[in-house]
């Protein structure tokens, strides 16, 4: 089985995306279907062995933190990863179930060397993922992801430690009060939540226990939903990628707002008190908007990726504020940012970024500025959130099983003549999906039909292109 091409930028008809049979890392890290490769026990303690020999600096005793989301599948990636980092000499604090952006804020938090989140965020149950940060709380470059790669297939074994110098591994406690304390802290001391109803969804993932707690602390009336994990129901119909149930729930009890995270909680969807569903390009434009007037915006602008609305950049441009596009990832967001020194970024699936407070996206600390606007301005969420018309969009996928299809004459000419017809009124997008083998075909712009006709004319390309190969 070949694993998943990395490269998720806009694609080129020169082909971006390498054919690298033997590559583990996509773009979130590596991941798969449990107990299929890459996605096996010895894998995953390969895995521990390079990141821990990796990140050894110095005589000390190293430490990684270890957290997971509730896929049944996390005990054995978390009992392999376990293996192979105390086998390198690390030793490992467990943090149980808890979402990604805590096991960022605790690798700083407790000083640790590596930080490690089993999930497959968004996927389901038979899916997961190995996630790694570095002692700075950001996920690791492509660099360094490379050179871990570089020694899976290695005879690994001759540098691991002695056999005095294994490391340990314990659970931690408290670890779920210290992360509610970082996420109430991101709003102003004298901010309460009081007098707001809302209903949380966590997707039966990894903020089942900590997202409810925090708001109802902060002085909110919380009604929480898919808070039960079994294993097998982490992301089934609920979630951030599915929002019925959240509408459902808001009409249902007459909420001011619902919150939906994902699996491992570092994406947000918001749902107002019409039932209506804010996406990421939204809450960006929100939460940029208030910061820009408060003074707080840093760097002139807003990093997202090249799915973002065109009406984001539109609505941004309005402010004298820049639109910066990357690669799509939160971790090509997140470097874009430090590059450039600004502090709110992010995805149009709701991957935000706050800099001022994370280092990685951050669902509960992103949907906790949104509520502070709330409570600021005194107007219902569907009054805030609708910062832009968006632009008519569409995407389409195509299911690849082998080959270069966009490097094809027919798929090259196809995509440019699609280029020539949206103009300068309107963007297209043509990329490898970064964890499924599919091509993503996405246009926008002004003129619907058109936009339609372009996806659907370079999908009918490439399909026949499929069938003939």
């Not at 930028?9 to 020169?14: A, M, Q, S, V, W």
């Not at 995953?44 to 005589?59: K, P, T």
């Not at 980092?85 to 467990?94: K, Q, R, S, Y």
């Not at 509408?247 to 570092?266: C, F, P, S, T, Y």
Request: aromatic letters at 4%; proline letters at 4%; charged letters at 25%.
């Amino acid at each position: 089985m070949r694993p998943n091409c990395g490269n998720t930028g806009p694609l080129k008809t020169d082909g971006d995306c390498k054919d690298m049979a033997g590559q583990y890392f996509g773009t979130d890290g590596i991941r798969g279907r449990a107990n299929k490769f890459p996605m096996t026990a010895e894998v995953a303690m390969r895995v521990g062995m390079a990141a821990g020999l990796s990140f050894q600096r110095g005589n000390h005793r190293h430490r990684v933190v270890l957290g997971k989301d509730t896929r049944l599948s996390g005990y054995m990636i978390e009992n392999a990863m376990v293996a192979g980092l105390c086998a390198a000499g690390m030793d490992v604090f467990l943090l149980g179930p808890i979402p990604t952006p805590a096991v960022a804020m605790l690798v700083r938090s407790l000083r640790a060397d590596i930080g490690v989140m089993i999930s497959a965020s968004h996927n389901p149950y038979y899916d997961n993922g190995i996630k790694l940060f570095g002692p700075d709380g950001y996920k690791l470059s492509d660099e360094i992801e490379e050179r871990i790669e570089g020694m899976l297939d290695k005879d690994i074994e001759l540098a691991l430690a002695d056999s005095d110098g294994l490391g340990r591994a314990k659970r931690v406690d408290g670890v779920h009060d210290r992360y509610i304390e970082f996420a109430k802290r991101t709003l102003p001391r004298s901010m309460s939540l009081s007098g707001l109803r809302i209903v949380v969804d966590c997707a039966n993932g990894a903020s089942y226990k900590v997202a409810p707690e925090a708001l109802w602390e902060l002085g909110a009336e919380v009604v929480a939903i898919n808070v039960e994990p079994n294993g097998f129901n982490i992301n089934k119909e609920c979630g951030s990628t599915h929002p019925a149930g959240l509408q459902k729930k808001v009409h249902e009890v007459r909420a001011d707002i619902g919150i939906a995270l994902d699996g491992d909680a570092d994406r947000v969807v918001i749902v107002d008190e019409n039932g209506a569903i804010v996406d990421g390009d939204q809450i960006m434009a929100l939460i940029a908007e208030s910061w820009h007037q408060s003074g707080r915006l840093a760097g002139g602008g807003v990093v997202s990726t090249v799915m973002s609305n065109l009406g984001l950049e539109r609505f941004l441009g309005d402010m004298k504020l820049q639109l910066h596009r990357t690669k799509v990832g939160d971790r090509y967001v997140v470097e874009h940012m430090r590059a450039h020194g600004l502090n709110v970024g992010g995805e149009q699936s709701g991957h935000i970024v706050l800099s001022d407070f994370s280092t990685t996206g951050d669902g509960l600390v992103s949907a906790l500025q949104v509520l502070a606007c709330i409570k600021r301005q005194n107007r219902p969420v569907s009054e805030l959130s609708k910062k832009f018309e968006p632009v008519p969009q569409l995407l389409k996928n195509v299911r690849v099983s082998g080959g270069k299809p966009l490097e094809e004459a027919p798929v090259k000419a196809a995509i440019e003549e699609g280029r020539n017809r949206l103009g300068t009124s309107g963007r297209l997008v043509i990329r490898p999906s970064g964890t499924e083998p599919l091509i993503r075909v996405m246009a926008e712009g002004d003129d619907p039909q058109l936009v339609e006709a372009v996806v659907n004319d370079i999908v009918g390309i490439l399909q026949e292109t499929r069938s003939a190969a």
